[in-house]
Each structure stands twice: as C-alpha cells, then as structure tokens.
C-alpha cells in the first residue's frame, strides 16, 4: 500500500466517523423510534428514543411480539401486517395504532429494502408520536362538522346530510321536510341580558331540538338564532306535527339560565318539503327560510307551510327592495293628500299625506307594500324625512296662497321616531317653512309604542309640548288598550277602517265603535273615522258623535294641484 492509498484510506475513514457521528447525532435527537433488521447478517436492534415508546429491549425477532401488548386490540391486524411486510414484497407501508391505557397515537411506518432478486436485505419499522397532531387534526374536523356552542351539526354538513337525504328520496320516491326554526326577538335578549346569556339560550334551546336526532331527523344549528332540522320521510314515525308540537310544549315552559334568570322563549317555524317546494338542498332550506319570515309576521310562535303565493310575494317584495335602491325621490315619489272634514257641516279639517310611487316603468307600487320592506331596510328613514319635507312645503304654499288654518297629517313610521335627530328634524322643517305647530299633525301606530314605549312616550310628549299634533292611527286593529292611551299625549285618535266597513251591519261592530267614541270624549281627544264611502256610514258616525271624517264619500286622495283645483279653491 503506497501513501497515496494509505491517505485515500484514511480520507475514507475520517469522512465515515463522521457520517457515523452525524447519524448518531441526528437518531439521538430524534423522537421516533426505529426497529432495524438486517435480514443478510440475521441481527436486529433498536435505534433512537426506543425507551421513550417501549421499557424492553429487542434482541431477536421473537422480542418483537412484546409490541403488541402496547397496541389496543383493534389495531393488531394493521401491526401484524406492518411486522410482517417482506412477506408480501410491499415496500413501504404505514398505520396510525392507539396505545393502550393511554391517550397516545403512534404512526408507525414500516420500509423493506429487497436485492435484485426481491429478496428483503434491511427493514425499518418506525414509530413516531402522532398524538398532538391527530388531535389538533381531529378538532378541526370537528369543527369541520360541528357547531361547537350546540354540538348539532354545523351549516355546511347538514347541507351535505340534507344532499345525502334528497339523493335518496328521489330514489325512492320519498319526501323531506325542512323546519326552519328562529327564535323570536333574539336581539331583544341579547340587549336586556348580554352575549352571554343569548349563547347561552342559543345552546339550551339547539340540546333541546339535539334530542330529535335520529337516522331519519339531522339537526343544525345554522346561524345565530336560527336552526334546521331535516325529516326523512315527515309522515312516518317522526312527523312534522310531533315535531313541532314537542317543541311548542317546550317553550311553554322557560329555559333556566346560569345567572337565575328564568326565560320564555317564542320560535318561528317554516316548513318546506321536497320535492314540493324544490329540488335541491340550498333552494330547500331557502323556501323554509322565506316561509319561515312570514311565520314571523304572524306573531310569535308561529309556523307556516310553504306554498307558491308565499314565494311568489317574496320574489315581488326582493324585486321591489331592489327598485327601492334605485328610486330617486324627486322623479318617483309623489306626494297625494286626501281631504279630512268636520262631521259638522262637512267643513274641511285638513289632509292626510299619503306617499305614492311610480317606478320607472309607470307602474304604481302601493304604499302598503313598499313601505314595510323600506322600514325593513331602513330606506323609509329618507323617504320619510322627504316626506316631511315636501308635504309641508306644499302646505305652505297652500297656506299662503289660501290663509285658512287647517290641519296637515304626516304618516311617521316607528323607525323614524327612533332616529335620535326626530324630533330636531320635524321642527326645522316646521320652522324653515314658518309653519304654525299646532297645524302639523303626527300619525303613529299603535306597533310605534310596542318597541320603546318610554321612549317613544317621552319624544311624543316633547313633540306635544312644542305644539304638534298626535293622532293614533288605525286604532281598533292593535292592542288596542284604551287603558295606556290616558298617559298618551294624544290629541286624536283615527277609527280603524276595518270598524267603519262592517259598523252598519254587526251589531258587536256597533257597540265598540260607539264605546270607542265615547272614551275618546271622555278623555277629551277628537275622532275621525277613516274609509268612510257612503252617506249611510257618514249619517251613522255623526249620530254617535263622531269628530270627523276621511273617506272616498267625500274625497279619495288627490295630488296636490286637484286638491287646489277641487278642495282649495271652494274654501
Ligand atoms: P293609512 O295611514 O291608514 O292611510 C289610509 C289609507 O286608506 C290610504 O291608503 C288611503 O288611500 C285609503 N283610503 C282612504 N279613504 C278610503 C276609503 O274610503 N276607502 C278605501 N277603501 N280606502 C281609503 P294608501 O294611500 O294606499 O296608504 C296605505 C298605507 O300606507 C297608509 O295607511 C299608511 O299606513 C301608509 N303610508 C302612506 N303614506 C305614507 C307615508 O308617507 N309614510 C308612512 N310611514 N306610511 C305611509
Ligand atoms: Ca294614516
Ligand atoms: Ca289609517
């Protein structure tokens, strides 16, 4: 052996102590274990954090059985396979295995290395603590599924559930139904009882509709306060109606909060099935949904079946929202008034502002229809002020023009009283156009006083104290309590259409209509019946001492230039 030779060699050894120490280095500090068997030279041994995993050694194949006590018994087969790979000239293969006694999840990898005539030289089996990963991995299908505040299912796996169910139904020609179900004014006891206790309701009442689920009934909780269940089969053994009627016999009772407070809760149901109302599983809970706002508008505690004029006026209202957006006031809203008069002498009282629309293709949109979805959306907060506005300075011309004190009536919606900047706004208008405040006249709903009626109470007060009229509009088909009306700063109170209709003919009619008058005297208000058309109804009303009148007998609503022409100029 030359020098060169002897320095090639010693090259060699010095670069395998060091590869040697390297993979010392790297086996030590590793947290897997490793099993290696050398199938040429017959040896095996144990490499790396062995102890870690296992308190034996490993000295000959045999030792290797001891492993399987480690494992739980369900996961045997898939090690046996694992320990045994050269027989089936698999080369690499993995299983993830649970300990017993403890919460540890192993992955174990097992590699064969063959020679060129596939017979096994080396094998591997490595084992790494998996635990961590799995569990992270395992709440994040979780939640994956799972609305964690319920623990019913989440919104886009009962989704896939309800796929599932629709699949099967067309197969076998089955129906499903879908409850859409929220809670009624949920807002309402988030902001009398905080977040805390609405998740809390939120949880109570979605394990109360839990105990529903079964092979044939899914459970979600879809969003804040709303839930879907799904019927397979809703006229079997789980109907609708026993659905339903349990929940109803729930909510009779309260909910009992950890801060002592005891709840009544009150739900809106919609019900839609396939393949009835629709064929897919998003259009589904869509019908359920839509049919499920107008339970809402029947009261609490409501439910509603779906059916094609539901979705029919709920595809008008969504068109009509959308105009909305795009009306302009000046070019599509006008303004009508309709003549109120003194029953005495018919002599005129004032006029009722009543708002028209016309869209941009001609067509006449009715208030009753558009003014709810623009209280809904909020647009009637300017639509309203425009409406103050306009109708004022209309009255102001007239008022100059005319010199006749009479009565201007303004619709206002509830939303508008709730605006902070109200009251300051009616009065600069009243004040820009130098209008008297005892000439302008605020009609209000009863439902103006269900929401705040401290509040509400406190700015009509204010409202009165400046001089502005009060009238209670559409009196007879609310509450209608005549009790709360003596703290109301009321100045007239309007004789609900519905009364005037029937007065004639229904005795039961005649008697609150002519209570009704007589309170409103006793309390020292004036009347109007509203809707009045005939001369019968007109001579009735002044007999019972009716204040006034507004109806098509006399007037129907006319824009301001008729009003002028017919109304004004006869004054
Ligand atoms: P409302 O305040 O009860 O108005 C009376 C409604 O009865 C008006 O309908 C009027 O045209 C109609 N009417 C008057 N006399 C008779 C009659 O003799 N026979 C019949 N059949 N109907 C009569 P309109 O103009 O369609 O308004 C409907 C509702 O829309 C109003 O009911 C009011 O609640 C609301 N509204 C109208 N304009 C406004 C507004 O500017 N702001 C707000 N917030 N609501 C408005
Ligand atoms: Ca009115
Ligand atoms: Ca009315």
Known sequence: MDHSQIDELTKKCESLVVSER?????????????????????????????NYYFDFDINDEQDMINIFNYIEAEYAIAFRELLNLEKTGIENQSAVVKFKDSATWIEIITTVIYDEDRN??????????ITKIKNANDELTYMA????????????????????????????NDVVAILYINIDDFRKINDAFGMTVGDEVVQQFGQFLGEFKSDHVIVSHFNADSYCIAIYDPYGHRSIEVITSA????????????NHQELI??????????????????????CAEIVMFKAKTMGSNSLHYFDAPILHEYLQNVAIENKLKEATFSQNFILYFQPQYSIEGKKLRGFETLIRWRDNDGKMISPMQFIPIAERNGT???????????????????RKQYDCPLILSINISAIQYAQEDFIEKI????????????????EITESVLIDDFKEITEKLHTLRSLGIRISLDDFGTGYSSLSYLKGLPITTLKIDKSFIDTVLFDENTKVITESIIFMVKKLGFESIAEGVETEEQYTYLESIGCDGIQGYYLNHPMPAEEIEKRVLCHL
């Open 427 to 442: 009065l600069g208008i009243i004040k820009k156009y130098n209008i008297d405040p005892n000439e302008i006249e605020l």
């Open 265 to 286: 809760l009150a739900v809106s149901i919609g019900v839609a099935e396939y393949p009835e109302a629709a064929k897919s599983s998003l259009e589904l809970i869509n």
């Open 22 to 50: 390297m993979y010392r280095n790297i086996c030590d500090t590793s947290d897997r274990a490793f099993i290696y068997q050398d199938f040429v030279n017959n040896t095996i041994r144990t490499i790396s954090n062995w």
């Open 380 to 398: 009637i907060v300017p639509i309203g002020t425009w409406v103050m506005e306009e109708s004022i300075r209309t009255y102001s011309e007239w």
């Open 145 to 172: 599924y799972y609305d964690i505040l319920t623990g019913l299912y989440n919104r886009s796996y009962f989704v896939r559930l309800l796929s599932d169910f629709l699949r099967d139904a067309e197969k076998k």
């Open 120 to 129: 096994p030289t080396d094998k591997i089996i490595r084992f790494s603590d």
């Open 247 to 258: 929940i109803y016999d729930r909510l009779y009772w309260p909910f009992y909060l950890s």
